[in-house]
């Protein structure tokens, strides 16, 4: 079980955990092309997540910057950036603004909102479908957090399409069973209260997301 006290600290929190484990699966890539594409693809998400710096000169290496300090400076990818080390880093990188967040779909989460976003961006290949189960599978995740009941493949990947306007093909898509992603009755039930809290805030006074 997945309890919070036991998760790993983030490197950089405003990214959340979803970009986190982009970065620790490209960790795990053998294929050295394969691992360079989704690199570049993690560089395109977080490049999203922070506009408020897009018209730094140095905004691109900003981001190879922020790639290599989420992956431990382990990560074995072609940057066109000096490789940095542990070592040239003596404080915290830039603080990234928090991005946006809607109502509609929130509980999925504003990074896979970016994803869905980037992927739709991308062209149709073998990168681009393993992007797209990635989300499904993060969406599944996020759901089952705020939620007690289980959920089917059907709603999580009716609900994908509506948020890629039906440009994804998720036909074929099989996500694990929801107790294989053994969401932790604690994590769940803080999400869960932390919901209601929240529900019964709206209805005493309107709050504007």
């Known amino acids: 079980m997945e309890y919070n006290t036991e998760r790993t600290t983030l490197k950089i929190p405003e990214y959340g955990r979803n970009v986190q484990r982009m970065v620790d699966y490209c960790l795990t890539i053998e294929d050295a092309e394969h691992r360079n594409k989704v690199a570049q693809s993690i560089i395109d998400v977080i490049g999203n997540l922070n506009p408020a710096i897009r018209d730094a000169p140095d905004y691109s290496h900003k981001l190879w910057d922020h790639l290599f300090i989420m992956s431990d400076f382990k990560l074995d990818v ?10 040239s880093f003596v404080g915290l990188p830039d603080e990234v603004p928090y991005p946006q967040k809607s109502r509609k779909f929130r509980h999925y989460g504003g990074v896979v909102k970016t994803m869905v976003k980037h992927a739709i961006e991308m062209e149709d290949g073998e990168e681009k479908e393993a992007l797209i189960y990635g989300i499904a599978y993060a969406m599944k995740r996020n759901y089952l957090k705020f939620n007690k009941d289980t959920v089917s493949d059907s709603t999580i990947l009716t609900d994908l399409d ?3 306007e039906g440009k994804f093909k998720t036909e074929g ?6 107790k294989s992603f053994n969401i932790a009755p604690a994590e769940r039930n803080t999400t869960a209260v932390r919901k209601k809290g929240n529900n019964n805030n709206s209805k005493k006074k309107k709050r504007r997301y």
């Open 78 to 87: 072609d940057s066109p950036y000096p490789i940095p080390t542990a070592e």
């Open 173 to 178: 898509i099989d996500l694990p069973h929801s």
């Open 162 to 164: 509506e948020m890629s």
